[in-house]
């Protein structure tokens, strides 16, 4: 990661704090991101506003996989947004942004992007 540096990670929760293969939100810097554990050992972070409706909900939905993507289904109109990526795989335009995720000794730590 080039910018690596100039990235401000801010703590969000424990790891335990989320059971594995679902979603919790987070109030980052007055922006609703929701975080999500896939497995033990995986985190992704992705705005949690679903911009088809304007609601704060995404982390919410149901995780799985299409295909080789790992997607969290809207609970609203259920479209499914590829974790890695934001992308809205049923209506691009409505895409997410992705922010950065780590595991910091048991403790999330989440940087805007």
């Known amino acids: 990661m080039a910018h690596a540096s100039q990235e ?5 929760c424990a790891t335990q704090d989320i059971v594995p293969d679902t979603g919790v939100c987070a109030l980052v810097q ?4 929701a975080v999500f554990r896939i497995g033990d050992d ?3 972070a992705i705005d949690n506003v679903d911009p088809r409706c304007g609601a704060s909900v995404l982390a919410r939905g ?5 295909g080789e993507r790992v997607v969290v289904a809207s609970p609203i109109y ?14 691009p335009e409505h895409s997410v942004r992705v922010h950065a995720v780590r ?4 403790q999330l730590m989440v940087a805007l992007h």
Request: hydrophobic residues 35%; proline residues 3%.
């Open 78 to 91: 259920k479209h499914h947004f590829d974790l890695s990526t934001g992308e809205c795989l049923e209506a």
């Open 30 to 33: 007055g922006r609703h991101v």
């Open 42 to 44: 995986r985190f992704y």
């Open 62 to 66: 149901l995780v799985g996989s299409l």
């Open 103 to 106: 595991n910091e000794n048991g």
């Open 8 to 12: 401000h990670w801010l703590p969000v």
